[in-house]
């Protein structure tokens, strides 16, 4: 299974080589890759049948448990024949649909990336290897939607796609890092025995959202469903097997998978069902107000989608039947119709269904399809669309509470996306052929045939619904459901509730489809509500984020030396000042302190006389000259508080200082003034406060007992261990010898750091 | 003598922050110059004074007893003179070297990587 997952890789990295033959005629040929994978995939249809699982583990990070594990059951069996089913067929169409097309080989290369991560994503057992599939479908659909890159509105979509599954992606990661944390696994075939323990986790609730927050988005619902109809930008082939057959059915897919691990609570059932019925109606009936074929394809898809969510939601062994069911009807029928309209867009150059008619005259068998499309995504019988939709009613009218509620918007649903349906896929056909589309001609067979096949096969599953009950539906209820009961697909269930129910939509559905017509005048007038629509709501979210973030930075990093200063004093007399002020006491011991004598206060006098003279002189030189005496002060100070190695260090380093000083200065500029007034009076009350806070804090220490615990250590053993009598020496060489050394070295990298500068030549590029 | 002490330090940080925030870089120099020397004061009174008993052994004793300074802020205000002499003279070479190559000491025009502004 490893091989068949690498398979799209390993062939778009060989486009990258040799796509130069792929964009002529060959390009055709990239086809037999999703063919082979499913004819892999096909054998398997018995085995699984059977009830089977197929395992297969690689190691890869074992040390993480995350593991290439990969399992074919009901569930990714049918996930896989899609992609590649589907995916078949798209590669087929696109070899027309984009012939001669200038980067061929690149669109190859991207879709056959995402065919493997779509495939990795639906067969892995492991939770991590599943989130980084995930990803790559997320990433392969940025290069797909934006593969018009020349268009600014391709881009736009792309980013907002990959900005809403991403930030999904990231959702995802999070709530598969606290599920493996609480499970002890991340394989999710061991998870299933431990979903009674998970349940009482107290992480429960925020994993489920997590899941939730990555399903909906890459599911497109509601509120994030914005991001699908703009990914409707890309080439028709990337809309029909991305964003309608497989890419969005992964989070669809992660619902499933998770609910016999995560689905036993209310909040998991409630959530979706609320969520999945606002999706499934509120884009439904947007599909009213559209007048774009794509537009209402993308509509009805989210719409569907909804379905699926819904029914997830419902989560009885009926609703999971229809869901499995379901999705196999929409595959069908919703690819077919955006082939259709592809080949529409491709032969008369528009999408408007407003311009659109009898074009059955002139693509007669596209029409077939077409319309058989449209009856399966109607439901009438005998597609297998009735099969699917009378499998809805039934899980519905069974659901305990609310049946009548969920019947209701379940049918009404279903009549728009009967009207959806028939809008897309008959509307276009019928009716007077304007002159303009008289010389419209038959595509190439590689465009129409993939619609036909999907269609026809569609009917074919209607009337013999045997053929997917026993190959999918039943697998898929093993794999999810611990205590099946038998089941059987039928056509025809006689005449009950259901039946009515059944017909009641098609009546309605065809009322509408003859009383609504799309006209430009509903779509302007919706656009009036796009104001509070989620999608603009985010978007102004976005924006002012990014200005919030360019004001922040310019408020905090404006690159003024000052204005950082000011900023950290600021915080720091906030900060310290709250504790400080918080218990602030004063008892200082006035008998403990020194006396204060005249030789102090005169050395103290001539301190502060100097550093008053240094702030406030206008010549720099007596700046320099007064800092010489500020540290000549202090060295007098030391020498009478018994420090004299202290004296010694500070008077020679002074005396090098205010040489090295006026070395330089003859050559500086003239000293000026370059703030004004305002400013100097504002850093003067910043200073002045900060320097008051830190004269309080000293107080504050000084009237705590001081430890003495290290100094008497010092005391007693600096001669005894380290054979030195005084004592500040003995600790600098001795006790703290290595911190010397190393004090040694920043001097010596100083020192050539000043000789480097002085030594230095400017080249004559700076000289000038 | 101490409190006096103490209102010292609040001036020399004071003054110190002050002169860092001038857009002059000799000033700025000088006041890391006030800035380490009010840090130093700081740890020495924090380390309580004490007059005419260094922390020296006498030449009769191995064990140093009775009233005596407290080493270990001397030995880190030690370290420090020496370190901000090194940091002080890179730095006054590293401004008159800046002023040959851009002719201008202020600090609002050297806010940019830009060679050509």
Same mark, same amino acid.
């Given at each position: 299974m490893l091989e068949a997952v690498l398979l799209g890789f390993l062939f778009s990295i060989f486009l990258v080589f040799a796509g130069r033959y792929f964009r002529g005629k060959l390009a055709v040929l990239s086809a037999l890759i999703p063919i082979s994978l499913f004819v892999y995939f096909a054998s398997f249809i018995n085995e699984v049948a059977q009830g089977k699982v197929i395992l297969e583990s690689v190691e890869w990070i074992p040390s993480f448990g995350v593991n290439l594990s990969f399992t074919l059951d009901g569930l990714s069996l049918l996930f896989a024949l899609m992609i590649t089913g589907v995916g078949s067929l798209v590669f087929l169409y696109t070899a027309a649909y984009l012939k001669n097309h200038k980067?061929?080989?690149?669109?190859?290369?991207?879709?056959?990336?995402? %065919?493997?991560?779509? !495939?990795?994503?639906?067969?892995?057992?492991?939770?991590? +290897?599943?989130?980084?599939?995930?990803?790559?479908?997320?990433? +392969?659909?940025?290069?797909?939607?934006?593969?018009?890159?020349?268009?600014?509105?391709?881009?736009?979509? *792309?980013?907002?796609?990959?900005?809403?599954?991403?930030?999904?992606?990231?959702?995802?990661?999070g709530g598969a890092v606290l599920l493996?944390?609480?499970?002890?696994?991340?394989?999710?075939?061991?998870?299933?025995?431990?979903?009674?323990?998970?349940?009482?986790? $107290?992480?429960?609730?925020?994993?489920?959202?997590?899941?939730?927050?990555?399903?909906?988005?890459?599911?497109?619902?509601?509120?994030?469903?914005?991001?699908?109809?703009?990914?409707?930008?890309?080439?028709? $082939?990337? +809309?029909?097997?991305?964003?309608?057959?497989?890419?969005?059915?992964?989070?669809?897919?992660?619902?499933?998978?998770?609910? $016999?691990?995560?689905?036993?609570?209310?909040?998991?059932?409630? =959530?979706?069902?609320?969520?999945?019925?606002?999706?499934?109606?509120?884009?439904?009936?947007?599909?009213?107000?559209? =007048?774009? !074929?794509?537009?209402?394809?993308?509509?009805?898809?989210?719409?569907?989608?909804?379905?699926?969510?819904?029914?997830? /939601?419902?989560?009885?062994?009926?609703?999971?039947?229809?869901?499995?069911?379901?999705?196999?009807?929409?595959?069908?029928?919703?690819?077919?119709?955006?082939?259709?309209?592809?080949?529409?867009?491709?032969?008369?150059?528009t999408r408007d269904i407003t311009q659109l008619s009898g074009l059955k005259k002139v693509l007669m068998p596209v029409a077939i399809a077409g319309f058989i499309a449209a009856l399966i995504s109607g439901g009438v019988p005998p597609s297998l669309g009735f099969v699917g939709k009378d499998l809805i009613y039934e899980a519905t009218l069974h659901f305990e509470n609310n049946a009548i509620l969920l019947t209701v918007i379940a049918i009404a649903t279903n009549i728009l996306l009967f009207y959806a349906g028939f809008v897309a896929g008959v509307k276009p056909f019928f009716g007077k052929l304007p002159d303009k589309f008289e010389k419209v001609h038959m595509p190439s067979p590689l465009m129409w045939i993939p619609p036909l096949l999907m269609t026809v096969g569609g009917l074919i599953f209607g009337i013999f619904p045997g053929l997917i009950e026993t190959t999918f539906a039943k697998p898929?209820?093993?794999?999810?459901?611990?205590?099946?009961?038998?089941?059987?697909?039928?056509?025809w269930h006689g005449f009950n509730t259901i039946l009515a129910l059944s017909a009641t939509t098609l009546v309605l559905g065809t009322i509408l489809y003859f009383t609504i017509k799309p006209k430009h005048k509903l779509e302007q007038a919706i656009s009036k509500l796009d104001r509070i629509a989620p999608k603009n709501l985010l978007f102004k979210l976005s924006n002012g984020f990014v200005d919030f973030s360019s004001l922040w930075t310019s408020v905090f990093q404006n690159g003024y030396l000052r204005h950082y200063l000011s900023l950290i004093v600021a915080f720091l007399i906030i900060a310290v /000042?709250?504790?400080?002020?918080?218990?602030? +006491?004063?008892?200082?011991?006035?008998?403990?302190?020194?006396?204060?004598?005249?030789?102090?206060?005169?050395?103290?006098?001539?301190?502060?006389?100097?550093?008053?003279?240094?702030?406030? =002189?206008?010549?720099?030189?007596? *700046?320099?000259?007064? %800092?010489?005496?500020?540290?000549?002060?202090?060295?007098?100070?030391?020498?009478?508080?018994?420090?004299?190695?202290?004296?010694?260090?500070?008077?020679?380093?002074?005396?090098?200082?205010?040489?090295?000083?006026?070395?330089?200065?003859?050559?500086?500029?003239?000293?000026?003034?370059?703030?004004?007034?305002?400013?100097?009076?504002?850093?003067?009350?910043?200073?002045?406060?900060?320097?008051?806070?830190?004269?309080?804090?000293?107080?504050?220490?000084?009237?705590? $007992?001081?430890?003495?615990?290290?100094?008497?250590?010092?005391?007693?053993?600096?001669?005894?261990?380290?054979?030195?009598?005084?004592?500040?020496?003995?600790?600098?060489?001795?006790?703290?010898?290595?911190?010397?050394?190393?004090?040694?070295?920043?001097?010596?990298?100083?020192?050539?750091?000043?000789?480097?500068?002085?030594?230095?030549?400017?080249?004559?590029?700076?000289?000038? | 003598m101490e409190i006096l002490l103490a209102i010292m330090t609040g001036i020399l940080y004071a003054s110190g922050i002050y002169m860092i925030m001038r857009r002059s870089l000799v000033k700025l120099i000088l006041g890391i110059v006030l800035l380490g020397n009010g840090v130093n004061l700081l740890i020495f009174v924090l380390g309580r004074i004490t007059k005419g008993e260094p922390p020296i052994i006498d030449d009769s004793q191995k064990v140093l007893e009775g009233i005596y300074a407290d080493p270990i802020p001397q030995a880190l205000i030690l370290t420090a003179i020496v370190i901000s002499f090194g940091l002080q003279s890179f730095a006054i070479i590293l401004v008159k070297r800046a002023y040959k190559v851009l002719k201008t000491d202020d600090l609002d025009q050297l806010n940019t990587t830009d060679e050509d502004s």
């Open positions: 980067y061929l080989d690149r669109f190859y290369g991207y879709l056959s990336l995402f %065919m493997s991560a779509m !495939l990795g994503l639906v067969l892995s057992d492991n939770l991590m +290897s599943m989130f980084i599939f995930w990803e790559l479908t997320s990433i +392969s659909s940025f290069y797909l939607i934006g593969f018009n890159n020349d268009k600014a509105d391709s881009r736009k979509s *792309a980013l907002t796609a990959l900005g809403i599954t991403g930030i999904g992606g990231l959702l995802f990661l493996g944390d609480v499970a002890g696994t991340y394989r999710i075939s061991e998870m299933l025995g431990m979903s009674d323990s998970i349940l009482k986790s $107290p992480e429960y609730i925020l994993i489920v959202i997590l899941i939730f927050a990555a399903a909906f988005t890459k599911s497109a619902q509601f509120p994030f469903h914005f991001w699908l109809p703009g990914a409707m930008k890309a080439p028709t $082939p990337v +809309s029909t097997y991305l964003h309608s057959a497989t890419m969005v059915k992964a989070g669809v897919y992660l619902l499933f998978r998770m609910s $016999p691990v995560l689905g036993g609570s209310d909040f998991w059932h409630h =959530t979706l069902i609320i969520f999945g019925a606002i999706t499934m109606l509120y884009s439904a009936i947007h599909i009213i107000f559209r =007048t774009d !074929l794509k537009g209402i394809l993308a509509y009805s898809t989210i719409s569907a989608l909804g379905i699926l969510v819904f029914l997830i /939601g419902i989560g009885t062994q009926a609703a999971l039947i229809a869901a499995s069911v379901f999705i196999i009807v929409h595959a069908l029928y919703k690819a077919s119709l955006f082939l259709i309209t592809g080949i529409i867009d491709h032969e008369t150059g898929i209820v093993n794999a999810l459901v611990t205590d099946t009961e038998d089941f059987h697909l039928k056509l /000042g709250f504790l400080l002020f918080k218990d602030f +006491s004063l008892n200082i011991d006035l008998r403990s302190l020194s006396r204060v004598t005249i030789y102090e206060i005169s050395i103290l006098t001539m301190l502060l006389c100097s550093v008053l003279y240094t702030v406030f =002189t206008k010549s720099r030189l007596a *700046a320099v000259a007064s %800092m010489g005496v500020v540290g000549l002060s202090f060295s007098l100070l030391f020498l009478f508080y018994s420090a004299p190695d202290l004296a010694m260090t500070q008077f020679s380093v002074d005396t090098l200082t205010v040489i090295l000083f006026v070395l330089v200065l003859y050559k500086l500029p003239k000293y000026l003034n370059l703030s004004d007034n305002k400013v100097r009076i504002k850093h003067g009350i910043l200073s002045l406060v900060f320097g008051s806070m830190i004269t309080l804090l000293i107080l504050r220490v000084l009237s705590e $007992p001081k430890n003495t615990e290290i100094s008497e250590y010092y005391a007693e053993n600096a001669y005894t261990l380290a054979h030195g009598k005084n004592i500040v020496n003995v600790i600098l060489v001795d006790f703290r010898g290595i911190d010397t050394m190393i004090e040694i070295s920043v001097l010596i990298v100083a020192a050539l750091g000043v000789f480097g500068l002085l030594k230095l030549r400017l080249k004559s590029k700076d000289k000038k | -």
